[in-house]
């Protein structure tokens, strides 16, 4: 059975940094696009970043662009997102996402497995 597992998020400042991580156990995800969601209060989830799997070509939502990096190590099966400059309104909860195909979808309903979100906070 397929788990994600995400690292836990935080209270970070704006302008501050902070790290997520999605580790992947079951499967190998290698060849398995990864993506990351997020929720802020009062809103629909939302899509933030994408990494496919065939060739480890990247996507992100216009807000994150510049600031946000999402990553993948292989050999961990794991995948990354490391969020700079963070603003107040990247607050919510941010959710993992495993597809069971290798191509570029940035439509959550494309996605089969999904992390337990972690919660990530922006003080302004």
């Known amino acids: 059975q397929v788990q994600l597992i995400e690292s836990e998020g935080g209270l970070v400042q704006a302008g501050g940094s902070l790290s997520l991580s999605c580790a992947a156990s079951g499967p190998t995800f290698i060849r398995n696009t990864m993506g990351w969601f997020r929720r802020a209060p009062g809103k629909e989830r939302e899509f933030v970043a994408v990494?496919?799997?065939?060739?480890?070509?990247?996507r992100y939502t216009d807000s994150v662009k510049g600031r946000f990096t999402i990553s993948r190590d292989n050999a961990k099966n794991t995948v990354y997102l490391q969020m700079n400059s963070l603003k107040a309104e990247d607050t919510g909860v941010y959710y993992c996402a495993g597809a069971t195909h290798g191509f570029m979808v940035v439509d959550a309903s494309a996605y089969s497995y999904w992390g337990q979100g972690t919660q990530v906070t922006v003080s302004s």
């Open positions: 990494i496919t799997g065939n060739n480890g070509y990247t």
